[in-house]
Nanobody
Framework: EVQLVESGGGLVQVGGSLTLSCAAS????????IGWFRQAPGKEREGVAC????????YYADSVKGRFTISSDNAKNTVYLRMNSLKTQNTDVYYC?????????????????????????WGKGTLVTVSS
């Protein structure tokens, strides 16, 4: 059974850090692009960061560049999102999404964000709350 399970969310103060994890099972990361998205109820989802395991490329939304880092541990079949210098506007539910594709990270995240394409698999999300 294919699963994506996010963890690591929680309550943090402005300026603090969190590391989110996306543990994949039922498939191996090396054939997939993994993206992190955020979405609040009733709002459109927003692409945050993405990693392509076909070419090891990464891509970030402008709002998180320099603060967030996406990485993966193939041995653990897990992708991480390190979130530094958190702001109140980063509060949201964060989801990881997987798609079997060989395209680069930038192309995938831009196209998915623009078209609403959902990818192959979604996790249930983890809540990040940044308090002032």
């Amino acid at each position: 059974e294919v699963q994506l399970v996010e963890s690591g969310g929680g309550l943090v103060q402005v300026g603090g850090s969190l590391t989110l994890s996306c543990a994949a099972s039922g498939f191996t990361l090396n054939e997939y692009v993994i993206g992190w998205f955020r979405q609040a109820p009733g709002k459109e989802r927003e692409g945050v960061a993405c990693i392509s395991h076909s070419d090891n490329s990464t891509y970030y939304a402008d709002s998180v560049k320099g603060r967030f880092t996406i990485s993966s541990d193939n041995a653990k079949n897990t992708v991480y999102l390190r979130m530094n210098s958190l702001k109140t506007q980063n509060t949201d539910v964060y989801y990881c999404v997987a798609e079997a594709t060989s395209v680069g990270a930038a192309f995938w995240l831009i196209v998915v964000t623009a078209t609403g394409h959902r990818g192959d698999y979604w996790g249930k999300g983890t809540l990040v709350t940044v308090s002032s």
